[in-house]
């Protein structure tokens, strides 16, 4: 084996400009590999990193929500939560693998801003959440992505009365100005003709609002919501917009609202028993995660609760999406070098064995087998391969590594706001080990065929080659 | 200069073979299209161990037919070759390196060195495939460098030597193992007339101190004088043989 490796080290070396050749086209295949699948590697993370630090890892429904909760979230409401929780949070297997428990409610309404001049209403899509626990889970960066949100006091535990909204939702209801949004154009004053909601009933639901929350927070800026109780009763709250906050898709954007839980369960549940649509919970490592849920469906069916289990990926089918997607770019690039890596080697060393036949008839006469001549030539392509792919994966490193400190940044799909641009090579090993192996392998194979070739060849034939 | 006795001896063969080739009515033809040329017919004979035979024919005369047959890196056509005993005709391709490696050494007109390796690896190459083990391999190929002359030049490569030290390599190379039989197809013929006989002399020096069975081939008659047993090989039929007196 030693003098295997020498014998094909020192010819690869003999052929400097050839093997050059042959050896650029692997590093330049490892190069463009590594670089987009680092790039790849990196969407999958930050999408992935989005979802968790937004939903977690996996979502308890009541049964049925899923397929069609999104048409009366409210109808779907799990009774007696906290139980519900504190069974899951307790569960000896979960326990050490959950980072945060926490309990969503899901709403659909309308909302109106009839303060001042404005008199505006939209249909809202709204969640009410835990600010707190909201702000544990943005914390989630398990892939090292570096895209977490900075701390958010907008949404406070102590003032229930606060949310959110979508940027687009903000402008649609005229609160540019008053939340001091850039880039926010003011509603366009309409012509006297017209059609204007009834100025008697806007003022009806902003009064009615103001004595549901008690005459606070005054001044700042606020609107109504509107929507059906359990019930199907009409109620309304008042919200205090604490700021707006961009959404990746526009139609999110224009109809989100995101507020304290006890604000949308009184809005949902009214005076009646207060639930939630879903109990999101965050792991620590993703990896957990399959365990997680198989030990959450094992806790459902034993304790014969009318619950369902959704993780991550099937909530935001965005994400699987995008994963394919980029999986199906990166193995096409992969497909591509390896084709050219193939040929590239196939020529080499089909020159190689031509020029060497008269060498290949003297070591088959001192007694080399056949097949120590098809392994000496695997042996110079296996070579070539490693030696390129190595040489390309160290240039992937280096231009990852000046890209990575670069400081740029980019709106990746699923994103409302820009993050760094990062290219995941040097922290992804099993890319770097898979790319490696895999041009190796081409580079190993493409040269089986002149091996081949060589190894067939008669003695006494080679011994004439000139 | 190493000691003569150091130069690795022949193996008994694994046969009582009392004969190092025997050849029993070969043929060899070769086609070229439709066309057949028969390079060897009908050749009988025999080749005694211990002696530096001569095949000596014109150019085209079958002499290296005759060895590649021997050597076994070819196959008759007809008729039988049995080499130290060894029906070559009964060995798969495998059985037939193994055998060549074991028990022949090669030396070649152009000299065919491994290009890549240096002179010492060029000689440690054939102890390397019969797994001598590495003291042994490192003190063989030494002596047999000493022996042709070249300890100096062990590190230089084939491309840093001239035409009569890439013989001398080869020589030692095909020895190293002490094989049974050493062919030498024209071995002198890419040499000039001083640095060829001094070839000669050596191979006849390693032969007599080995007691290796050399058969050379050549189509110079004034190398006559130099065989212990003469074939004399025209159109493909050997017709003389000549032991020489006194040998």
Redesign the interface.
């Given at each position: 084996m030693k003098l295997l490796l020498k014998i094909a080290l020192r010819n690869i070396l003999r052929n400097r400009r050839r093997s050059l050749m042959t050896g650029s086209a692997v590093a330049a295949g490892a190069l463009a590999t590594l670089l987009f699948g680092g790039f790849a590697f990196y969407i999958f993370a930050g999408l992935e990193t989005n979802n968790v630090q937004r939903i977690g890892h996996l979502t308890v429904f009541r049964a049925g929500y899923f397929l069609f909760g999104a048409g009366n979230p409210a109808g779907y409401g799990i009774e007696r939560y906290h139980d519900v929780m504190t069974l899951i949070g307790n569960d000896p297997v979960l326990q050490p693998m959950i980072n945060v428990i926490t309990p969503t409610q899901s709403l659909l309404g309308i909302a109106g801003n009839f303060s001042g001049d404005n008199d505006a209403s939209k249909t809202f899509i709204g969640v009410g959440l835990i600010p707190s626990n909201r702000q544990r889970m943005r914390r989630w960066d398990e892939l090292r992505t570096g895209s977490i949100p900075p701390a958010d006091s907008r949404l406070s535990d102590q003032d229930e009365t606060r949310g959110l909204i979508g940027f687009g939702l903000a402008r649609i209801l005229g609160l540019c100005r008053a939340l001091a949004l850039q880039n926010c154009p003011s509603v366009p004053e309409l012509p006297e003709s017209a059609d204007k909601p009834s100025p008697v009933l806007n003022e009806d639901l902003g009064e009615l609002a103001r004595r549901d929350r008690g005459g606070n927070s005054a001044g700042a800026p606020h609107i109504e919501l509107l929507a059906a109780t359990v019930g199907g009763a009409p109620n309304v709250v008042s919200l205090t917009v604490s700021g707006a906050e961009p959404q990746a898709v526009k139609e999110l954007d224009d109809n989100y609202i995101a507020m304290p839980l006890p604000l949308a369960q009184q809005l949902v549940y009214g005076r009646g028993e207060h639930k939630v649509t879903g109990i999101e919970i965050q792991l620590h490592r993703s990896e957990d995660l399959r365990v997680a849920r198989a030990r959450l469906n094992t806790l459902i069916r034993d304790n014969h609760l009318d619950l369902d289990v959704r993780d991550f990926a099937e909530l935001t089918p965005f994400y699987g999406q995008a994963v394919r997607l980029f999986s199906v770019i990166f193995l096409f690039i992969a497909l591509v070098m390896g084709v050219i890596v193939l040929f590239a080697v196939v020529n080499t060393m089909t020159m190689n064995v031509m020029e060497r036949t008269n060498e290949i008839g003297t070591i088959r006469a001192m007694g080399v087998r056949r097949g120590g001549i098809r392994w000496q030539f695997v042996a110079e392509g296996w070579l070539i391969g490693a030696i390129g792919a190595s040489l390309g994966a160290a240039l992937a490193f280096m231009i990852a590594a000046l890209v990575n400190r670069a400081g740029l940044t980019w709106v990746p799909p699923g994103n409302a706001n820009p993050v760094p641009l990062h290219l995941a090579v040097i922290g992804s090993p099993a890319l770097v080990i898979a790319v490696w192996i895999g041009l190796v392998l081409v580079a190993t194979v493409a040269a089986l065929l002149p091996a081949n070739s060589a190894a067939r060849l008669s003695v006494v034939d080679a011994l004439r080659h000139v | 200069m190493a000691s003569a006795l150091a130069i690795a001896t022949p193996a008994t063969p694994a046969t009582s073979a009392s004969m190092a080739v025997r050849l029993n009515q070969v043929a060899r033809t070769y086609r070229a299209g439709t066309i057949e040329v028969p390079a060897l017919k009908n050749v009988s004979l025999e080749i005694p161990f211990h002696r530096f035979s001569m095949v000596i024919g014109q150019s085209g005369s079958g002499k290296t037919t005759l060895l590649?047959l021997i050597?076994c890196?070819?196959a008759p056509s007809g008729g039988t070759v049995e080499v130290c005993g060894q029906n070559v005709a009964e060995l798969n391709?495998?059985a037939t390196?193994?055998?060549?490696?074991?028990n022949?050494g090669?030396i070649?007109q152009?000299f065919?060195?491994?290009?890549?390796?240096s002179a010492y690896e060029n000689v440690e190459?054939?102890l390397?495939?019969?797994g001598t083990p590495p003291a042994e391999r490192r003190e063989r190929t030494l002596v047999m460098l000493q022996a042709v002359g070249l300890a100096e030049q062990a590190r230089q490569r084939p491309n840093e030597l001239s035409g009569g030290q890439k013989q001398r390599v080869a020589i030692a190379?095909a020895l190293v193992k002490g094989p049974q039989i050493v062919l030498a197809d024209e071995p002198t013929a890419n040499l000039d007339s001083a640095t060829g006989a001094s070839i000669i002399e050596l191979m006849r020096r390693v032969q007599a101190q080995s007691r290796t069975t050399f058969i050379f081939a050549t189509h110079d008659q004034q190398l006559i004088s130099h065989a212990d047993e003469l074939f004399s090989i025209r159109d493909g039929k050997v017709v003389e043989h000549r032991t020489e007196a006194g040998r």
């Open positions: - | 590649n050597g890196i070819d391709d495998d390196s193994d055998f060549r490696a074991r022949i090669f070649f152009s065919s060195l491994v290009p890549v390796l190459y054939p390397l495939l019969i190379r």
